[in-house]
T-cell receptor, first 115, second 110 residues
Framework: DTGVSQNPRHKITKRGQNVTFRCDPISEHNRLYWYRQTLGQGPEFLTYFQNEAQLEKSRLLSDRFSAERPKGSFSTLEIQRTEQGDSAMYLC?????????????FGPGTRLLVL | GDSVTQMEGPVTLSEEAFLTINCTYTATGYPSLFWYVQYPGEGLQLLLKATKADDKGSNKGFEATYRKETTSFHLEKGSVQVSDSAVYFCGSSNTGKLIFGQGTTLQVKP
């Protein structure tokens, strides 16, 4: 396993710009999760995919956020018209399948700063 | 909705001291429970887990027991080391997505 990778690791943007993050899960993991973590808080669930199907979205995921996983492999998370409140660490995790106690493997995260 | 509450940090201990980090949860049904750890400069990694009542998860000298009657999953270690300094997150999961507590920072001094 090469682990979950995320790119870029850091992103600085100006308010109003669009940004896109990429997550490459562990090979053959069919579940992929996105979380957001702000300073001093635990990660908060945003959305997840089972293969290419997006099965759940948090109410935290406003209309400005969109996520895709077109071929059931890598995933992208796009934020349109960024706001300063979007500044956070965006984490991706993957797992093999759902069962009780599935282990999610986390990537290093993409740190976003909106100026 | 489901939630997880952890004791606030930071927790500062001397090496070889006993560690307890409290974690309680509210959930519909019977979730699986987890402890994840984040070492400085690294990503979240699973420390231990338990999937049903009275199960004990253990790893690297850390232990936690799933207590349904008190809805708790407290993390313990008998003798901490400087290398245990990190942020610890308690989490629960019913359907796959993880619900995390706010994290507890542990600092161990030599």
């Amino acid at each position: 396993d090469t682990g979950v990778s995320q790119n870029p690791r850091h992103k600085i943007t100006k308010r109003g710009q669009n940004v896109t993050f990429r997550c490459d899960p562990i090979s053959e993991h069919n579940r992929l999760y996105w979380y957001r973590q702000t300073l001093g808080q635990g990660p908060e669930f945003l959305t997840y995919f089972q293969n290419e199907a997006q099965l759940e979205k948090s109410r935290l995921l406003s209309d400005r956020f969109s996520a895709e996983r077109p071929k059931g492999s890598f995933s992208t998370l796009e934020i349109q018209r960024t706001e300063q409140g979007d500044s956070a660490m965006y984490l991706c995790a993957s797992s093999t399948r759902w069962d009780r106690g599935e282990t999610q493997y986390f990537g290093p995260g993409t740190r976003l700063l909106v100026l | 909705g489901d939630s997880v509450t952890q004791m606030e940090g930071p927790v500062t201990l001397s090496e070889e001291a006993f560690l307890t980090i409290n974690c309680t949860y509210t959930a519909t049904g019977y979730p699986s429970l987890f402890w994840y750890v984040q070492y400085p400069g690294e990503g979240l990694q699973l420390l231990l887990k338990a999937t049903k009542a009275d199960d004990k998860g253990s790893n690297k000298g850390f232990e936690a027991t799933y207590r349904k009657e008190t809805t708790s999953f407290h993390l313990e270690k008998g003798s901490v080391q400087v290398s245990d300094s990190a942020v610890y997150f308690c989490g629960s999961s019913n359907t796959g997505k993880l619900i995390f507590g706010q994290g507890t920072t542990l600092q161990v001094k030599p």
